[in-house]
T-cell receptor
Framework: DAMVIQNPRYQVTQFGKPVTLSCSQT?????MYWYQQKSSQAPKLLFH???????NEADTPDNFQSRRPNTSFCFLDIRSPGLGDAAMYLC?????????????FGPGTRLTVT | AQSVTQPDIHITVSEGASLELRCNYS??????LFWYVQSPGQGLQLLLK??????LVQGIKGFEAEFKRSQSSFNLRKPSVHWSDAAEYFC????????FGTGTRLQVFP
């Protein structure tokens, strides 16, 4: 089945220790998104790639970076995690056409910062 | 500014009862509207979407939603709730990006 895969599902890191979260997709979608979701809140868009073009949200901290080496993979790098970065991180993909805008989400990575 | 309002933070229903989750949006142009469901510790699953055409849309798991432009609403309904429907439900409108409501947590009693 075509899908969005996130690894790992659970990640524990230490305060200030860089961490990388991974997302891959078999849907061949041209757009990939990273969201942060804190407990009992809606997902918050951090940034997205439209093909190779990176689009950062204005309020995304500089501490968060992303890489998309090819169509299938996208990474979220947190350079110096703080306690406030503990959250669920969701990857999503979409095929942007004039009739299709729905996003398909992965299962998420739960990040704990100690 | 574009926004989505889900007035009910928490809803409790009995299994077998009908369900309606409310969603109101604020957007000047023709909205692209979505309902997503999120089980605990999981990602979001698309239930249904509205782009144009028939204002009553059918989704997965027996859900449907009705778009009412005059009321700026896109309420989600299900005629008979199952215990497995207990989850968080998010309404969203697509503008430059997806704008989510704050979610409604559904609890189902046997």
């Amino acid at each position: 089945d075509a899908m969005v895969i996130q690894n790992p599902r659970y990640q524990v890191t230490q305060f200030g220790k860089p961490v990388t979260l991974s997302c891959s997709q078999t849907l061949n979608h041209n757009v990939m998104y990273w969201y942060q979701q804190k407990s009992s809140q809606a997902p918050k868009l951090l940034f997205h790639y439209y093909d190779k073009d990176f689009n950062n949200e204005a309020d995304t901290p500089d501490n968060f970076q992303s890489r998309r080496p090819n169509t299938s993979f996208c990474f979220l790098d947190i350079r110096s995690p703080g306690l406030g970065d503990a959250a669920m991180y969701l990857c999503a993909t979409s095929r942007e056409t004039h009739t299709s805008y729905e996003q398909y989400f992965g299962p998420g990575t739960r990040l704990t910062v100690t | 500014a574009q926004s989505v309002t889900q007035p009910d933070i928490h809803i409790t229903v009995s299994e077998g009862a009908s369900l309606e989750l409310r969603c109101n949006y604020s957007y000047g142009a023709t909205p692209y509207l979505f309902w997503y469901v999120q089980s605990p510790g999981q990602g979001l699953q698309l239930l249904l979407k509205y782009f144009s055409g028939d204002t009553l849309v059918q989704g997965i798991k027996g859900f449907e939603a009705e778009f009412k432009r005059s009321q700026s609403s896109f309420n989600l309904r299900k005629p008979s709730v199952h215990w497995s429907d207990a989850a968080e439900y998010f309404c969203a409108v697509r503008t430059r990006k997806l704008i989510f409501g704050t979610g409604t947590r559904l609890q189902v009693f046997p």
